[in-house]
């Protein structure tokens, strides 16, 4: 399947968007997907090289979706070179996640010291509970648990975020077990039902350029990212 | 370098946290000032460690014990360097902007100004622009130093900008700013006076505005 302007649809994503990617993308709409580690973020320059990467090995000239934010700067000045790119319009997988930007601001401005879980990240283990484990075996538990003090307690709550029922029973149990952890902080435990929106427009996008709005960067050949495009 | 203000270095750069204190006095034992401590041990160490740190090679984690580790010897020299009357180069105040509650960064902003010799007013997180203004009115700092750690919140910087220029003191103090997601660009975009990708070059940085 191509584009409508013919181009053929390369995805790049991160892991997180695996599950929900997989799931709404139409058969054979892509001509080559590529999922790149979650942690990846936490290293924004090491995202950016990887990501570009990948863009650079991409033969032909194509559309190339990237499920991806700005990722504290990890997707800024990702040049295009033949490509054309399309990107959600967004800080971070959490807007992406939640279905909307909006949504995400809502959310961000009534507890800013909100700690996001999907299945996704739980599934990486990339959550304060694993964290504490590692850091443990690293540093013994005091020295751990001061580390964990210093990163986690400003925040208050604990926000698990599912796409559908199945997963929300699936997860909770592990999502219980990090906010029965994060106690020590005081923070409270939310369920919040993710919404596959934002996802399907990208990729409705994807197929059909035209149907781009200002939730979407597109980036035409030769150009590249800038920080502009993301802000609001 | 003496090998004793390496040992510092190095001791801040792997985070040491317990060997501070000895390393610390076996210095001033050798006869170096505190300030000699600072300038070329502990300095120098928080320097490197900022580097690695945005290339990746240094964790969060690994970066705040860093900071422990310094955080210990300055705690023996500081008395000194108070006694040895080296004047201060400036005061500053430093905040994590509204929205954001993330304050290791900004912490160790703090650290490494007041190790540049700046008297350092920490006014805290998730700050208005209304309390900088508040704050640049009741401290008459030389210097704002503002951080965030999210796309998200940066923009408050931006507002707390306008806020001081509203208040007519914007051409009374140099902001400065700093974070993950600040670059350069986004900083001229604002008209901030400077922008520094670490803590090291934070403190230069305020320096650079006062000397």
Same mark, same amino acid.
């Given at each position: 399947?191509?584009?409508?302007?013919?181009?053929?649809?390369?995805?790049?994503?991160?892991?997180?968007?695996? &599950?929900?990617?997989?799931?709404?993308?139409?058969?054979?709409?892509?001509?080559?997907?590529?999922?790149?580690? *979650?942690?990846? +973020?936490?290293?924004?320059?090491?995202?950016?090289?990887?990501?570009?990467?990948?863009?650079?090995? #991409?033969? %032909?000239?194509?559309?190339?979706?990237?499920? *991806?934010?700005?990722?504290?700067?990890?997707?800024?000045?990702?040049?295009? @070179?033949?490509?054309?790119?399309?990107?959600?319009?967004?800080?971070?997988?959490?807007?992406?996640?939640?279905?909307?930007?909006?949504? =995400?601001?809502?959310?961000?401005?009534?507890?800013? @010291?909100?700690? *996001? $879980?999907?299945?996704?990240?739980?599934?990486?283990?990339?959550?304060?509970?694993?964290?504490?484990?590692?850091?443990?075996?690293?540093?013994?538990?005091?020295?751990?648990?001061?580390?964990?003090?210093?990163?986690?307690?400003?925040?208050? /709550?604990?926000?698990?975020?599912?796409?559908?029922?199945? !997963?929300?029973?699936?997860?909770?149990?592990?999502?219980?077990?990090?906010?029965?952890?994060?106690? /020590?902080?005081?923070?409270? =435990?939310?369920?919040?039902?993710?919404?596959?929106? =934002?996802? /399907?427009?990208?990729?409705?996008?994807?197929?059909?350029?035209?149907?781009? !709005?200002?939730?979407?960067?597109?980036?035409?050949?030769?150009?590249?990212?800038?920080?502009?495009?993301? $802000?609001? | 370098?003496?090998?004793?203000?390496?040992?510092?270095?190095?001791?801040?750069?792997?985070?040491?946290?317990?060997?501070?204190?000895?390393?610390?006095?076996?210095?001033?034992?050798?006869?170096?000032?505190?300030? !000699?401590?600072?300038?070329?041990?502990?300095?120098? &160490?928080?320097?490197?460690?900022?580097?690695?740190?945005?290339?990746?090679?240094?964790?969060?984690?690994?970066?705040?014990?860093?900071?422990?580790?310094? +955080? %210990?010897?300055?705690?023996?020299? /500081?008395?000194?360097?108070?006694?040895?009357?080296?004047?201060?180069?400036?005061?500053?105040? #430093?905040?994590?902007?509204?929205?954001?509650? +993330?304050? #290791?960064?900004?912490?160790?902003?703090?650290?490494m100004c007041e190790g540049a010799g700046f008297e350092v007013e920490d006014i805290g997180k998730n700050i208005e622009p209304e309390a900088f203004v508040e704050a640049v009115k009741k401290y008459e700092p030389n210097i704002i130093g503002m951080s965030a750690l999210l796309t998200t919140t940066m923009r408050s910087m931006e507002h707390t900008i306008k806020a001081l220029e509203e208040a007519g003191l914007r051409d009374k103090v140099k902001v400065i700013i700093g974070g993950a997601p600040v670059t350069q660009t986004f900083s001229d975009q604002i008209g901030a006076d400077g922008y520094a990708s670490n803590a090291a070059s934070a403190a230069e940085l305020a320096k650079s505005f006062? %000397?």
């Amino acid at each position: 399947m191509t584009t409508s302007n013919g181009l053929p649809i390369v995805v790049i994503a991160c892991k997180v968007f695996q &599950g929900l990617l997989e799931e709404l993308m139409p058969e054979g709409m892509a001509e080559q997907i590529t999922f790149l580690d *979650y942690g990846l +973020h936490s290293v924004p320059d090491k995202l950016n090289w990887t990501v570009q990467d990948a863009i650079d090995s #991409i033969e %032909n000239p194509s559309l190339v979706m990237l499920a *991806y934010g700005m990722c504290g700067n990890g997707l800024k000045d990702i040049k295009s @070179g033949q490509h054309t790119l399309l990107i959600p319009r967004t800080d971070d997988c959490i807007a992406i996640l939640l279905g909307s930007y909006k949504k =995400y601001i809502a959310e961000f401005y009534a507890t800013p @010291g909100s700690y *996001y $879980l999907t299945k996704g990240w739980l599934e990486s283990g990339s959550n304060p509970l694993v964290e504490y484990e590692e850091l443990i075996e690293k540093y013994g538990e005091k020295s751990a648990t001061w580390i964990m003090d210093q990163q986690y307690q400003n925040y208050e /709550r604990l926000v698990f975020v599912a796409h559908n029922a199945q !997963d929300l029973e699936k997860y909770r149990p592990q999502a219980q077990e990090v906010a029965e952890y994060c106690k /020590r902080w005081d923070f409270r =435990y939310e369920e919040i039902r993710g919404s596959d929106i =934002y996802i /399907r427009r990208l990729i409705e996008v994807a197929m059909a350029l035209d149907k781009k !709005d200002d939730e979407f960067v597109v980036v035409p050949p030769g150009g590249k990212t800038t920080l502009d495009m993301f $802000l609001r | 370098m003496s090998d004793i203000l390496a040992e510092l270095s190095t001791a801040v750069i792997e985070g040491n946290v317990d060997d501070m204190a000895d390393l610390t006095e076996d210095a001033l034992d050798e006869d170096f000032s505190a300030q !000699d401590i600072l300038d070329k041990g502990l300095m120098p &160490g928080m320097d490197h460690v900022g580097v690695e740190f945005k290339a990746g090679n240094m964790f969060v984690p690994e970066v705040l014990r860093s900071a422990r580790a310094m +955080h %210990n010897s300055m705690d023996l020299i /500081r008395p000194l360097l108070a006694e040895s009357g080296a004047s201060m180069t400036g005061k500053m105040i #430093i905040g994590t902007v509204k929205g954001d509650l +993330h304050d #290791i960064g900004k912490n160790l902003v703090g650290m490494m100004c007041e190790g540049a010799g700046f008297e350092v007013e920490d006014i805290g997180k998730n700050i208005e622009p209304e309390a900088f203004v508040e704050a640049v009115k009741k401290y008459e700092p030389n210097i704002i130093g503002m951080s965030a750690l999210l796309t998200t919140t940066m923009r408050s910087m931006e507002h707390t900008i306008k806020a001081l220029e509203e208040a007519g003191l914007r051409d009374k103090v140099k902001v400065i700013i700093g974070g993950a997601p600040v670059t350069q660009t986004f900083s001229d975009q604002i008209g901030a006076d400077g922008y520094a990708s670490n803590a090291a070059s934070a403190a230069e940085l305020a320096k650079s505005f006062v %000397n």
